[in-house]
């Protein structure tokens, strides 16, 4: 089991930008896929980002295609996503969730990841 940590949320202005972490603890991070997911309130969790388990392959939702990066450090034991161009559509609480086996899931729903961290608040102020 894994357990999930994410950091780096905050208030923003639009345009901006912002890091995200994710730290995992109790196994290594490198049996597992990762993914960030948002939820803005009223809203159902969503897709923003995925990495595999050495960072070969990432995907992004179209929303945040160009503006953001996924990226990890195996060693850190650590998912990381920058933004970038931060817009007020993207104020959500952000994420991080953990799929073993180490591959980005065909289809991107909250369903195909095993773990999740508490989250963190984004806010982009317009």
């Known amino acids: 089991q894994v357990q999930l940590v994410e950091s780096g949320g905050g208030l923003v202005q639009a345009g901006g930008s912002l890091r995200l972490s994710c730290a995992a603890s109790g196994r290594t991070l490198s049996v597992y896929a990762m993914g960030w997911f948002r939820q803005a309130a009223g809203n159902e969790r969503e897709f923003v980002s995925a990495?595999?388990?050495?960072?070969?392959?990432?995907s992004y939702a179209d929303s945040v295609k160009g503006r953001f990066t996924i990226s990890r450090d195996n060693a850190k034991n650590t998912v990381y996503l920058q933004m970038h161009s931060l817009k007020p559509e993207d104020t959500a609480v952000y994420y991080c969730a953990a799929r073993y086996g180490g591959y980005i899931p065909t289809i991107a729903t909250t369903k195909t990841y095993d773990y999740w961290g508490q989250g963190t608040q984004v806010t982009v102020s317009s």
């Open positions: 990495i595999n388990w050495n960072g070969a392959s990432t």
